[in-house]
């Protein structure tokens, strides 16, 4: 087999008058992120973070923020594409591990529905997917609520088949 580990960022500022959608999930809070798609933050990360890890470029170059057709775009569509490019390639995915980091709202109670619905979008087992949440010790952009990051790191395998080379 061979193996490729890949790693995503992503920031959003939080704005009053959007929804907080993060890993495809709908979070009650008085802030959403801003963005050109839904600005899911989270699936933006995991998507840059699957691209890498093929060497396949970034979210950007896929998916142009100054595209209309992505206005308000649901982010799933980004993460699964993302994931058919890597299949057409050989590649399935290990695991994927992911931390958000927001000062509010507290997304402990959180963490199990976004990692079922991440694991869900890219037909996972529940076990493959683990997702963590930080604050941001009350300092800087993410102590301050002014934006909401993640970060996602995953692992990827395919066989080493000469079809593949
Ligand atoms: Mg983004």
Redesign the pocket.
């Known amino acids: 087999m061979s193996f490729r580990v890949g790693l995503g960022h992503?920031t959003?500022r939080l704005i009053a008058g959007r929804p907080l959608i993060l890993g495809g999930v709908r979070i009650e809070h008085d802030l959403g992120l801003d963005?050109h798609s839904d600005?899911d933050?989270l699936l933006?990360a995991i998507t840059d973070a699957l691209l890498g890890a093929a060497g396949l470029g970034d979210i950007g170059e896929l998916f142009p923020n100054t595209d209309p057709q992505w206005h308000n775009a649901d982010s799933a569509l980004f993460v699964r594409e993302a994931q058919r490019r890597l299949t057409e390639l050989g590649w399935t995915i290990v695991n994927l591990d992911c931390t958000i980091h927001a000062e509010r709202p507290t997304l402990s109670a959180h963490k199990p529905a976004i990692a079922a619905r991440v694991a869900e979008l890219l037909g996972l087992d529940r076990s493959q997917v683990n997702v963590k949440a930080k604050t941001g010790e009350k300092v800087g952009p993410i102590g301050r609520q002014e934006a909401i990051n993640a970060d996602a790191v995953v692992l990827i395998e395919r066989s080493d088949d000469p079809c593949w080379k």
């Open positions: 992503d959003h963005g600005a933050v933006h």
